[in-house]
C-alpha cells in the first residue's frame, strides 16, 4: 500500500535498502531536474565534502548511498537516489533528499512528486510513500524533498518541501559544504539529458570601415589651362657706346642744344631714324667749322750788298 503523504507527516521504513525517486513532466521551460543527498551527522552538518552525493560525485566513499541517474518512464523523467540503510554509518543521523533545477525556478515543474520505493521489491514495485510537492513561491531553485532520519534505532521519512532561493549552491553551504569560489561551485549545472536546444541565431555582422587613400581634387571644368607666360622686361637702353648698351649707339648729349639731344637719344632708343640738319645730326654735336687764316706773306729775302 502507498502512503500519500503530507507536508510535515512521516512514515516508518521497513525495507534495509530504499530508493527516493524524483519525478517530473518536462517542459520547454525546465528539462532537466537533478537528484542529490546530504548525509548529516547529528549537529545537523556534514562531516565533509564526501557526504555530498550529487551528479558530480555520485557515490558516496563508504558506498552505502549513491545515484542511479535519469531515465525516462512514459511522459514523465526520472532521477533516482539509492540508500543502503543497513550499512549506513553510525555517526550520519539523517540523510536529506534534495531537488534542483539548474537555477530554474520551480514554479515551471510540472508534476513534481517524490516516490520512497523498497530497493529489493524492484523497479516496477508499488511505492511505499508518494509525495506531491508543490514549492510555496515558486521561486525556489532548490528543494529539499524529504528525508530519512534515524528514531530509537528505526529509519523514518518525513515529507519536508523546503525551498532555497539561491539554488544547489545555498543549500549545500547551509548545511556547511565549501565551496571553491576561485575553481567555480562543485555543484553546478551540467548538461545531462537535455532535450535539444534550438541553435544560436546567428549575430549580425557589424559593418567594418575602410579607409579610401586621398585622392586628388577634381580639374577645372573646361580646357586644362595653360601656364600664363612670365612678363618679358624691354632691355635696358643706356646712351653711348658700349658691351651693355642694346641697338645703334647713340651719340651722348651735353652741352647747349640739350632738349634737341634729349629727343634724338629717345628715337634711337625706340629704334626711329634720326632726323638731320644743315649742321650734320639734329641735335648732334655742332659741326666745328674751320676758321679762315690768312696765308704769311711769303718773307722777302733779302740779301747783303756785296762788301767794298
Same mark, same amino acid.
Given at each position: 500500500?502507498?502512503?500519500?503523504?503530507?507536508?510535515?507527516?512521516?512514515?516508518?521504513?521497513?525495507?534495509?535498502?530504499?530508493?527516493?525517486?524524483?519525478?517530473?513532466?518536462?517542459?520547454?521551460?525546465?528539462?532537466?531536474?537533478?537528484?542529490?543527498?546530504?548525509?548529516?551527522? =547529528? $549537529?545537523?552538518?556534514?562531516?565533509? $565534502?564526501?557526504?555530498?552525493?550529487?551528479?558530480?560525485?555520485?557515490?558516496?566513499?563508504?558506498?552505502?548511498?549513491?545515484?542511479?541517474?535519469?531515465?525516462?518512464?512514459?511522459?514523465?523523467?526520472?532521477?533516482?537516489?539509492?540508500?543502503?540503510?543497513?550499512?549506513?554509518?553510525?555517526?550520519?543521523?539523517?540523510?536529506?533528499?534534495?531537488?534542483?533545477?539548474?537555477?530554474?525556478?520551480?514554479?515551471?515543474?510540472?508534476?513534481?512528486?517524490?516516490?520512497?520505493?523498497?530497493?529489493?521489491?524492484?523497479?516496477?514495485?508499488?511505492?511505499?510513500?508518494?509525495?506531491?510537492?508543490?514549492?510555496?513561491?515558486?521561486?525556489?531553485?532548490?528543494?529539499?524533498?524529504?528525508?530519512?532520519?534515524?528514531?530509537?534505532?528505526?529509519?523514518?521519512?518525513?515529507?519536508?518541501?523546503?525551498?532555497?532561493?539561491?539554488?544547489?549552491?545555498?543549500?549545500?553551504?547551509?548545511?556547511?559544504?565549501? &565551496?571553491?569560489?576561485?575553481?567555480?561551485?562543485?555543484?553546478?549545472?551540467?548538461?545531462?539529458?537535455?532535450?535539444?536546444?534550438?541553435?544560436?541565431?546567428?549575430?549580425?555582422?557589424?559593418?567594418?570601415?575602410?579607409?579610401?587613400?586621398?585622392? =586628388?581634387?577634381?580639374?577645372?571644368?573646361?580646357?586644362?589651362?595653360?601656364?600664363?607666360?612670365?612678363?618679358?622686361?624691354?632691355?635696358?637702353?643706356?646712351?653711348?657706346?658700349?658691351?651693355?648698351?642694346?641697338?645703334?649707339? &647713340?651719340?651722348?648729349?651735353?652741352?647747349?642744344?640739350?632738349?634737341?639731344?634729349?629727343?634724338?637719344?629717345?628715337?634711337?632708343?625706340?629704334?626711329?631714324?634720326?632726323?638731320?640738319?644743315?649742321?650734320?645730326?639734329?641735335?648732334?654735336?655742332?659741326?666745328?667749322?674751320?676758321?679762315?687764316?690768312?696765308?704769311?706773306?711769303?718773307?722777302?729775302?733779302?740779301?747783303?750788298?756785296?762788301?767794298?
Amino acid at each position: 500500500m502507498t502512503h500519500a503523504m503530507l507536508k510535515g507527516s512521516n512514515v516508518p521504513v521497513e525495507a534495509a535498502a530504499v530508493r527516493a525517486v524524483v519525478c517530473w513532466s518536462p517542459s520547454p521551460e525546465v528539462s532537466v531536474v537533478d537528484a542529490s543527498a546530504l548525509l548529516l551527522a =547529528a $549537529d545537523g552538518r556534514v562531516r565533509s $565534502d564526501d557526504d555530498f552525493v550529487f551528479y558530480n560525485q555520485p557515490r558516496h566513499p563508504s558506498g552505502t548511498v549513491w545515484s542511479l541517474g535519469k531515465r525516462r518512464l512514459g511522459s514523465s523523467m526520472r532521477d533516482t537516489i539509492q540508500a543502503d540503510l543497513a550499512r549506513v554509518d553510525t555517526e550520519v543521523e539523517r540523510v536529506l533528499l534534495v531537488a534542483s533545477a539548474e537555477s530554474l525556478p520551480f514554479e515551471g515543474v510540472r508534476d513534481l512528486r517524490l516516490l520512497l520505493l523498497d530497493a529489493a521489491a524492484g523497479e516496477n514495485a508499488e511505492p511505499y510513500a508518494s509525495f506531491e510537492i508543490r514549492p510555496e513561491t515558486g521561486a525556489e531553485t532548490a528543494l529539499i524533498c524529504g528525508e530519512l532520519y534515524r528514531r530509537g534505532g528505526e529509519w523514518k521519512f518525513r515529507a519536508l518541501g523546503e525551498g532555497y532561493s539561491n539554488g544547489l549552491i545555498g543549500l549545500a553551504t547551509d548545511f556547511g559544504i565549501t &565551496v571553491d569560489e576561485s575553481r567555480g561551485p562543485r555543484p553546478g549545472p551540467r548538461p545531462r539529458n537535455r532535450l535539444p536546444s534550438p541553435p544560436p541565431r546567428p549575430r549580425p555582422s557589424r559593418p567594418t570601415a575602410t579607409r579610401t587613400p586621398p585622392t =586628388a581634387p577634381p580639374a577645372p571644368y573646361g580646357y586644362p589651362q595653360q601656364p600664363r607666360p612670365r612678363p618679358v622686361r624691354p632691355p635696358a637702353v643706356r646712351a653711348g657706346r658700349g658691351p651693355a648698351a642694346d641697338g645703334p649707339a &647713340v651719340p651722348q648729349v651735353s652741352g647747349p642744344g640739350q632738349p634737341a639731344r634729349k629727343e634724338q637719344a629717345a628715337r634711337a632708343a625706340r629704334g626711329q631714324p634720326l632726323r638731320r640738319s644743315r649742321s650734320g645730326v639734329r641735335g648732334g654735336a655742332p659741326e666745328t667749322r674751320r676758321a679762315r687764316t690768312r696765308r704769311p706773306a711769303p718773307a722777302t729775302r733779302v740779301s747783303a750788298p756785296p762788301s767794298t
